[in-house]
C-alpha cells in the first residue's frame, strides 16, 4: 500500500490532491507546528483569482504567545467575520464561472458551519474537495494514530502503524528525508512529480499556476477531475 501525507491546508492548491491521486491512503497530518510563513506557510491560507490578480483568502490563527502549537490546536479568532468575508470574496469572483451552480451550494454549506479551529475547517474542505474530484482514498488523521516523531522517524512510524510499504512525498521532501532510513525499514520512498495545470478561465484570460483548486473546479468542472486522475506518475527515490 501506498500512503501519502500532507498537513490539512485550507483550500488547498491542485498538487494537493494530484499527491492523493497517486496513493492509496491518505494521512491529514495535523500533529506538526502550525507555522505562517515559508515553505510551509500554506496551512492557514491560499490564494484565489480576481480580475486583478490573484488574492490571499487567511485564516485568523491565534498564534499571539503560541509560537509552537500544532496544528490540531490552532484556534480562529471568534471576533473576525472571516467566514462572510472569505465567501463573499468566492462569490464575487467566481460567480460568473462556467461551473459556479455545480460546486458552490455545498461549500456554501460549510462556510455556514461554526468553526472554532484551523485543523476540523481544512479536513471538511479537503473531504469536500475529494468527492468534487472523484477520490475516495481511505483518510486517517495523524492526531487519531499512536506514531509521533519528527521527519523521517515520524513518517516510517505512521506507515508502519498503517501498513504501508510505501510513501509518496512532496518534492520537498528531497531535501530532509533520510532515504536510507526508508530502505532499512523497507519502505519504497518516492517523491511527486508535479507540473502545475495550465487553463484560463476564458479566451485571452492569462494561465494563473497554483491558485486554489477551487478556481480550477469552478472554471473546468470535471475536467479538474480528469486532469487529478491523468496526469504523470511519481518519481523514484
Known amino acids: 500500500m501506498r500512503l501519502t501525507a500532507h498537513q490539512p491546508n485550507y ?25 505562517k510563513r515559508g515553505t510551509f506557510g500554506w496551512i492557514h491560507r491560499n490564494r484565489i483569482r480576481t480580475p486583478n490578480g490573484p488574492i490571499w483568502l487567511s485564516l485568523p490563527v491565534l498564534h499571539k504567545g503560541k509560537y509552537h502549537q500544532s496544528i490540531l490546536d490552532a484556534a480562529l479568532n471568534p471576533r473576525v467575520d472571516w467566514r462572510g468575508k472569505h ?26 458551519e461554526s468553526w472554532t479551529h484551523l485543523a476540523p475547517l481544512c479536513t471538511k474542505l479537503i473531504r469536500w474537495f475529494l468527492a468534487q474530484l472523484d477520490l475516495a482514498p481511505p483518510v ?23 501498513g504501508a510499504s510505501g510513501f509518496l512525498s512532496g518534492v520537498h521532501g528531497r531535501d530532509y528525508l533520510d532515504r536510507s532510513r526508508f530502505e532499512k525499514e523497507g519502505i519504497v520512498l518516492e517523491f511527486q512529480d508535479y507540473e502545475a495545470p495550465v487553463y484560463s478561465p476564458r479566451e485571452g484570460a492569462e494561465p494563473l499556476a497554483n491558485l486554489s483548486m477551487l478556481d480550477m473546479l469552478f472554471h473546468c468542472g470535471e475536467g479538474a477531475a480528469r486532469w487529478v486522475h491523468s496526469t504523470k506518475e511519481v518519481a523514484a527515490s
Not at 463573499?88 to 461549500?107: D, F, G, K, Q, T
Open 11 to 35: 483550500l488547498p492548491y491542485p498538487g494537493f490532491f494530484q499527491k492523493i491521486a497517486r496513493a492509496d491512503e491518505f494521512l491529514i497530518v495535523d500533529t506538526t507546528q502550525f507555522v
Open 140 to 162: 486517517h488523521v495523524a492526531s487519531a494514530l499512536a506514531a509521533r516523531g519528527e521527519s523521517t522517524e515520524y513518517i516510517i512510524a505512521f506507515c508502519k502503524e498503517l
Open 87 to 112: 465567501w463573499r470574496s468566492i462569490e464575487w469572483n467566481y460567480r460568473s464561472a462556467r461551473y459556479w451552480e455545480r460546486y458552490a451550494p455545498s461549500l456554501r454549506e460549510i462556510y455556514r
